[in-house]
């Protein structure tokens, strides 16, 4: 596997036709940032900032937080990190934190997590606003939050930052240069009012891993599920685009980035399909940034998105067979 990382490193993702995609890596540890070397990944896409938390036996005071999160920066350099606020409840239980008043829920992924909880327990958000923007003194730092359903969990979740922000500014701390801040996409709720959203937005990040289990009402973590239902459904892949489309019509001239994060931008033909899409920017799994790459570099991006925009109108029986066939005649 090193060799195989090694030989892919250096080389940037372009496709055969010229066109540079934007290849970042997920990562949740302070040991996972030696991987954005080894793996030559353009960045950090997505950083659980949950991971700390769940590996303490306590809640980590704010000084640990600011620590990591500068480690995080420093070692990734010139290199762009989007930290995630933190996701936890669901099936990430911190045994420190009655974060539920211990209450039993049951449908967890449907419950108390994520920016439900930190909205709530404004101390867990305020603490790491703080952190994240000393962190980030003199660079641009990019938030973003999990799990928002509606535009004014996204406006309540900013304006903790913004308070932080206006605090150490009458501290006469050096800030960050700007904040960017985005909204994860993985309720399909906020997919419905992307014309609120998206001016107020950055960025936009679609979690294809609660993304899939909302849509298909189908439990990401149950054995008999996991298989049934395919990342590469035309119900699936056209929400997707409608995403795209509607992010380009309402970002009113602005750049506004999209990127998977979720483990589907990982997989060969899933990379493949979400590529023909439209999507330009993938944020995967460490291991497979030297995979994708390579099939970036061996793929005609027009090509493709012509065959998606056909197969999109009138989808094939099988899209994982018609993108198998599609891949194995180009030697992809
Ligand atoms: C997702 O839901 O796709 C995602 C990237 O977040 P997580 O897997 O941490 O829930
Ligand atoms: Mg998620």
Redo the contacts with the bound molecule.
Sequence with gaps: RQAAYAAMRDLEPVSRDGQRLTLLM?AGLRDDMALLKMTGADGIG?F?TEFQFLVSATLPARERQTRLYRDVLESAGSKPVVFRTV?IGGDKVLPYLRHNDGESEENPAMGWRALRVALEREGLLKSQARSLIEAAAGRVLNVMF?MVSEVWEFDAAKEVFEAQLAYLRRQKKVLPEAIRYGA?L?VPALAEVLDQLVPKLSFLSI?????TQFLFAADRAHPKLAERYDWLSPAILRFLKRVIRDVDTYREGRQVDVTI???MGGRRLEALALIGLGMSRLSITPAAVGPVKALIRSIDVGEIRDVMREWLACPPPDMRAALLDYANARGI
Aim: include cysteine; glycine fraction near 14%.
């Design positions: 997920n997505l659980r996701d999990p994860m993985e979690g294809t891993n609660d993304l994060c979720g483990e």
